[in-house]
């Protein structure tokens, strides 16, 4: 891949060794993501709501910084931020606070089966909405065709994997040359 081309996301280089992932209109990334590079480390923030978007994020953090993350946050329990989790499950530890673990487990297994059993016929309703609406209608409909096709494509073989790392206030990650600072706001948001 690529590292200017996925249609889940755009790249953004912040600064030296810190990339931004911004979700695209058409990919089924939907959150935003971020890659830096502490020095012997690279931190992910956030893994999108698909295995096929965070798989070509692995990719990209492979070209960008010559490995793969190592070390993943989840910012918060809902699915764009974790559905794609598994893809660094085998190299990464995967950081969260007590909170939004606790959401995953719980909030957030309600999530999964809603979706597990309501997204394919929701994409055929939007995709009949899409095909009787106005100009103005479509253009609200359009972000939940690829959300929806996704969902379909990755349900069949996605697995919620949870944080095995936790913290309740504040953690600090020291690299070789970075420090980052994870801090965790009431709303089980970090």
């Known amino acids: 891949m690529n590292t200017n081309q996925s249609k889940h996301f755009t790249l953004h280089s912040l600064t030296e060794g810190v990339v931004a992932a911004i979700a695209s209109d058409r990919g089924a990334a939907i959150g935003n ?3 830096i590079d502490l020095g012997g480390q690279v931190l992910l923030f956030d893994t999108f709501m698909t295995p096929q978007a965070a798989l070509d994020l692995r990719r990209a953090a492979e070209e960008l910084f010559g490995r793969v993350p190592n070390l993943v946050v989840n910012r918060h329990y809902h699915n764009d931020h974790i559905w794609g989790n598994q893809v660094f499950a085998d190299s990464a530890h995967i950081i969260s606070t007590t909170r939004t673990r606790e959401l995953i487990a719980s909030a957030g297994k309600e ?10 016929a929701r994409l055929e309703s939007i995709r009949m909405e899409y095909n009787k609406a106005d100009e103005n209608q479509r ?3 359009a972000f939940w065709i690829p959300y929806y096709e996704g969902l379909v494509e990755a349900l069949p073989t996605l697995q919620v994997v949870m944080p095995d790392l936790t913290f309740d ?6 690299g070789g040359g970075r420090k980052a600072d994870l ?7 970090t």
């Open 169 to 174: 206030r504040r953690m600090e990650i020291h």
């Open 33 to 35: 993501a971020g890659l």
């Open 183 to 189: 801090l965790a706001s009431d709303n089980a948001h």
């Open 111 to 120: 999530e999964f089966d809603y979706y597990l059993a309501n997204s394919a």
């Open 139 to 141: 253009a609200d409909l």
